[in-house]
């Protein structure tokens, strides 16, 4: 267990190009270095991310990111036991830049390659921050996905329910579109909300009248629309005044949703009597003040721990991709040059997929 394992992990499957280097064994895993080229900037006049400009970005950037981050471990390809890469799911041009640039650097170092779900780089990242054992509960909520899951090991999850259309992020980033606000939405609608009236529409909060765990955003969106609408109607305009009061209520209505169904989820996950009770999120959309406060406050009336790692691992990286790898290399889960490109690919195999693709990719 203790062995040192040196992984390169490679990130492109949305629009941030990402190459890290982590080192296991001892006492703690070690991120040596953690490269990420975001490509806001390139998709901002587009509104949202075009999957043939990130695709182009991320071919021309992965080796700059992959010298960027040996240099900053100070290591040589040499020193590296293994190449991990994300293969899926996501925007298929940019995972495919991912997987080849992997399979040159590992047929010319002869270097083992190994294949990453997304989806698990993010599971398994409160692991590498936190040390967790297995099983514990996450919740993945960023612009791209957003569902709960036991993770009960490197390569076992269960997924107890999660967005049948958009991802939370994404209804921030739309809902900052309707209202004139800049992107990515969240942050600026978390700035806009905090002087906003929280209570002044009556904002929908979608699916909590169904059991389950499921959750979805866009009825919540095409509300806020209409309230809008409805405001440009009447007095000809928006006032500040009204994006911030449709701002704070719509934050509301999102961390109402997440807290309900996050409680659900973590009851279904007490009743199998779990050694440690933890409930771990990431993504970009835990940076939302509002929405971890409500968490963890349902946490501690649960007496669950809560568990966020730093937002830089919560967002997008090579790090959780790379630490994924060290995961997968203790168990000896290694591919072959065949590994392959995979748009979609559902962590739990043996739940139906997910509905909905989604700017930013497929979300399972
Ligand atoms: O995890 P991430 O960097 O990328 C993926 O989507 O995979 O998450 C980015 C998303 C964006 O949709 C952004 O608007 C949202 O996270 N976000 C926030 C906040 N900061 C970022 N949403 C709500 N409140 C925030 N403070
Ligand atoms: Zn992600």
Redesign the pocket.
């Known amino acids: 267990m203790n062995e040192t394992i040196t992984i390169l992990g490679l990130e492109s499957?949305?629009?941030?190009t990402a190459a890290a280097i982590v080192r296991a064994g001892g006492d703690r895993p070690a991120i040596l270095s953690s490269v990420v080229y975001g490509q806001t900037e390139l998709h901002s006049e587009f509104g949202g991310v075009v999957p043939e400009i990130a695709a182009r970005a991320h071919a021309e950037k992965l080796d700059h990111c992959v010298e960027e981050a040996l240099d900053l471990a100070g290591l040589r390809l040499s020193a590296v036991d293994a190449v991990a890469v994300t293969a899926g799911p996501g925007l298929i041009g940019g995972v495919l830049s991912g997987v080849m640039c992997a399979k040159g650097i590992a047929a010319g170092a002869r270097l083992p390659l190994i294949g990453v779900n997304?989806l698990a780089g993010?599971a398994l990242t409160p692991r590498l921050t936190d040390g967790l054992e297995f099983p514990y509960l996450m919740l993945l909520?960023?612009?791209?996905?957003c569902q709960f899951l036991v993770v009960q090991g490197p390569d076992q999850f269960v997924r107890l329910g999660g967005t049948i259309d958009d991802?939370?992020?994404?209804?921030?980033?739309k809902v900052?579109k309707l209202l004139g606000l800049p992107?990515?939405?969240?942050?600026?609608?978390?700035?806009a909300a905090r002087t906003g009236d929280a209570g002044r529409f009556a904002l929908p909060r979608p699916l909590l009248d169904r059991e389950g765990c499921d959750l979805s955003f866009s009825g919540l969106k095409t509300a806020l629309l209409r309230t809008r609408d409805g405001l440009i109607d009447e007095n000809g305009g928006l006032r500040r005044r009204d994006v911030e009061d449709l701002c704070a209520g719509f934050?509301r209505a999102?961390a109402d949703v997440l807290a309900e169904k996050s409680r659900r989820a973590i009851e279904a996950f007490m009743s199998d009597a779990p050694r440690q009770p933890v409930f771990a999120v990431?993504?970009?959309?835990?940076?939302?003040?509002?929405?971890t406060a409500r968490l963890q406050t349902l946490c501690a009336g649960l007496g669950v721990r809560f568990v966020a790692p730093p937002l830089a691992l919560?967002?997008?990286n090579a790090a959780m991709i790379a630490w994924a790898g060290v995961e997968r290399f203790r168990l000896g889960l290694f591919d072959g040059m065949d590994l392959a490109a995979r748009p979609r690919w559902p962590l739990d195999q043996s739940q139906p997929p997910l509905i909905g693709g989604g700017k930013?990719g497929a979300k399972a």
């Open positions: 499957s949305c629009d941030d997304h993010h909520v960023s612009g791209g996905h991802a939370p992020g994404e209804a921030f980033d900052a992107q990515p939405g969240g942050p600026e609608v978390e700035k934050q999102v990431a993504g970009g959309v835990a940076a939302n003040s509002e929405i919560c967002t997008d930013k």
